[in-house]
């Protein structure tokens, strides 16, 4: 079985340039989230969908971020524009939504903004 | 809100020797509880979970937690490291989950040091 799959894995941009992330689940797992990890730190959700619904987003900057799951499976998350700040490893997870399972996370976008 | 403090930053211990990393969490009831591992460049890999049962979980690669009411506490264990070990461990707690999903919140980690 494949697991959570993300894309790219490096991305370096200069300031105030968008920039985009994608994220395909497990396949027939509900629940999508997109987590910050800073360098050092542990991973701070952004935001987590059921299915296509953004049900918690509060930590999302929605001043530059945004994210969509327009058909409840994949998922793309966007900076624009992108600041120093946000140079980060972005990570996505899934989970079947089901209660007692765990979330199971992608390799990972590590981001460089320059 | 839960919240999980990892308070060792950083671990060195000696290849053969045994390890425990310390997690403590601050939730106002039994929480769902995890660790996981992440190597340089990965993503996070689950290597034990606690939902309910019995307190002494048993995990991939070696590991063990035991989930210790009284002291808000699942510290990970194992009793010989190995140098493929080393890595960055993540703690993280959730609220249970009534048929639905949760959100995973984590500690900042501790760094695993092996020396040979």
């Known amino acids: 079985e494949a697991g959570v799959v993300q894309s790219p894995r490096y991305k370096i941009i200069e300031k105030k340039q968008p920039v985009a992330f994608w994220c395909n689940p497990i396949s027939g797992h509900n629940t999508l989230y997109w987590y910050l990890q800073n360098l050092g730190q542990g991973p701070e959700l952004l935001i987590r969908?059921?299915?296509?619904?953004?049900?918690?987003d509060s930590q999302l900057p929605k001043d530059r971020f945004s994210a969509e799951r327009l058909k409840g499976v994949d998922s793309t998350l966007k900076i624009q524009p992108a600041e120093l700040g946000d140079s980060a490893v972005y990570l996505c997870?899934?989970?079947?939504?089901?209660?007692?399972?765990?979330?199971?996370f992608g390799q990972g976008t590590r981001l460089t903004v320059v | 809100a839960q919240s999980v403090t990892q308070p060792d930053i950083h671990i060195t211990v000696s290849e053969g020797a045994s390890l425990e990393l310390r997690c403590n969490y601050s939730?106002?009831?039994?929480?769902?509880l995890f660790w996981y591992v992440q190597s340089p460049g990965q993503g996070l890999q689950l290597l034990l979970k606690?939902?309910?049962?019995?307190?002494l979980v048993q995990g991939i690669k070696g590991f063990e937690a035991e989930f210790k009411r009284s002291q808000s506490s699942f510290n990970l264990r194992k009793p010989s490291v190995h140098w493929s070990d080393a890595a960055e461990y993540f703690c993280?707690?959730?609220?249970?989950?009534?048929?639905?999903?949760?959100?995973?919140?984590f500690g900042r980690g501790t760094s695993l040091i092996v020396h040979p």
């Open positions: 993280a707690v959730a609220p249970h989950a009534s048929g639905g999903s949760y959100i995973p919140t």
């Open positions: 939730y106002g009831a039994t929480p769902y």
């Open positions: 997870a899934s989970s079947s939504g089901l209660g007692d399972t765990e979330a199971f």
């Open positions: 969908y059921e299915n296509e619904e953004a049900v918690d």
């Open positions: 606690y939902f309910s049962g019995d307190t």
